[in-house]
């Protein structure tokens, strides 16, 4: 029932950008907190991103401050990463992941893997020099 598809993914030069999308469905959207992390090959899946489903509260890793930009469409239970001034060490496979708003509660919560219920596929993110 439920469901996270993300997409958008693909090769872009240092300095471009992409928009990731992640739609969801079979659970209350504005109950839950959409993230997105990424894992790049031979490291950690880490939290790159985070909005609250509710009142569209974000999060933001330091290393993507001020170049990405989550956003959401919550008719279309629909969550977005615009992926601006891109770096080669951007290049991850990016997974959407769906939490109870609760996590948001805490300081470090948005980024918390354990702690999202629901996980979609990856898409792929390539950046070159």
């Known amino acids: 029932e439920v469901q996270l598809q993300a997409s958008g993914g693909g090769l872009a030069q240092a300095g471009g950008s992409l928009r990731l999308s992640c739609v969801a469905s079979g659970f209350p959207f504005d109950e839950y907190a959409i993230g997105w992390f990424r894992q790049a090959p031979g490291k950690e899946r880490e939290g790159v991103s985070s909005i609250d489903g509710s009142n569209g509260d974000t999060y933001y890793s330091d290393s993507v401050k001020g170049r990405f930009t989550i956003s959401s469409d919550n008719a279309k239970n629909t969550v977005y990463l615009l992926m601006n001034s891109l770096k080669p060490e951007d290049t991850a496979v990016y997974y959407c992941?769906?939490?109870?708003?609760?996590?948001?509660?805490?300081?470090?919560?948005?980024?918390?893997?354990?702690?999202?219920?629901?996980w979609g596929q990856g898409t792929q993110v390539t950046v070159s020099s």
């Open positions: 992941a769906a939490g109870f708003r609760r996590i948001l509660k805490y300081g470090r919560g948005w980024s918390i893997k354990a702690w999202y219920d629901h």
